[in-house]
């Protein structure tokens, strides 16, 4: 693409984009910087990747046409405060903290910057992400085009407007962590049943991967597969009974409106 990608801030996520971009020869090595609070994690970066360290921010937002912020939300402030006037004038500014809007990063830059807010879910280190995207009004249609094409080969890259990205963090951004205590439990009710742990984790985790690619590949809706496998009088249909006793639809709608109100709260 021959464009210099910076990374301030480099932990899981960054590291897995950092990976996807290397691995789909998106960008070289030598045009990538890092800048990372901790010396140890950007030399391992450098050993690993054999991208480029920079000695303080201000070198990666001088250097960078494409930069990624990857520290936490309270370091937004102090970070962007500290590269403003090293930003180049076309630089696409990729933010992705929870609570962290494209309007605080304007206040804090100044207007006219090219301002990307994203919100990717941790399966991006397995290259099966969903990424939500919002753009300032700064960018045209071929900027932004730039951006989804350094985010597809880890992720289905979702554009939408920012004021839904609150409900993207319900249901993808936290919700990994919904089907892994899905999965957990699964998996406890096959060695309650005399099933080896590794067993039940494998097979678990298998189930829930092809029911999901069911529901991508055959564009059918999920209550009609559901139906699919409930035999009259069958085993299915005795547990998805107890499922609904015991609340399992409130359950999970519940807990994206919690996790939807406490993203808001963070965005105040």
């Known amino acids: 693409m021959g464009k210099n990608i910076g990374f301030i801030g480099c932990g899981n996520m960054g590291k897995a984009i950092l990976r996807g971009l290397l691995e789909a020869q998106m960008v070289?090595?030598?045009?990538?910087?890092?800048?990372?609070?901790?010396?140890?994690?950007?030399?391992?970066?450098?050993?690993?990747?054999?991208?480029?360290?920079?000695?303080?921010n201000g070198q990666v937002a001088h250097f960078s046409q494409v930069l990624f912020l990857g520290v936490k939300p309270f370091q937004y402030e102090d970070v962007l405060r500290e590269i403003r006037q090293e930003l180049k004038e076309h630089t696409l500014i990729i933010g992705m903290a929870a609570g962290i809007t494209l309007d605080k990063m304007e206040k804090i830059l100044g207007s006219g910057h090219k301002l990307v807010k994203i919100m990717p879910n941790t399966p991006v280190m397995v290259k099966e992400?969903?990424?939500?995207?919002?753009?300032?009004?700064?960018?045209?249609?071929?900027e932004k085009e730039v951006v989804r094409a350094l985010l597809r080969p880890i992720s289905t890259v979702v554009d939408i407007e920012e004021k839904h990205m609150d409900v993207i963090t319900g249901i993808a951004g936290s919700s990994p962590a919904y089907v892994y205590q899905f999965?957990?439990?699964?998996?406890?009710?096959?060695?309650?049943?005399?099933?080896?742990?590794?067993?039940?984790?494998?097979?678990?985790?298998?189930a829930v991967l092809g029911a999901a690619k069911m529901v991508l590949e055959t564009?059918?809706?999920?209550?009609?597969?559901?139906?699919?496998v409930t035999s009259p009088g069958g085993t299915t249909i005795a547990a998805v009974a107890k499922l609904e006793e015991k609340g399992l639809r409130h359950a999970v709608i519940s807990a994206v409106d919690v996790c939807v109100e406490k993203s808001k709260e963070l965005s105040q």
């Open 28 to 56: 070289l090595p030598k045009e990538v910087m890092v800048s990372t609070k901790r010396g140890e994690t950007s030399r391992l970066l450098a050993d690993t990747f054999g991208v480029q360290v920079a000695k303080d």
């Open 129 to 142: 992400g969903v990424t939500a995207m919002s753009c300032s009004n700064a960018l045209t249609e071929e």
């Open 183 to 206: 999965i957990e439990a699964m998996a406890d009710a096959g060695v309650k049943n005399g099933l080896p742990r590794k067993e039940a984790y494998e097979i678990s985790a298998k």
């Open 219 to 228: 564009g059918l809706h999920p209550g009609v597969l559901k139906d699919m």
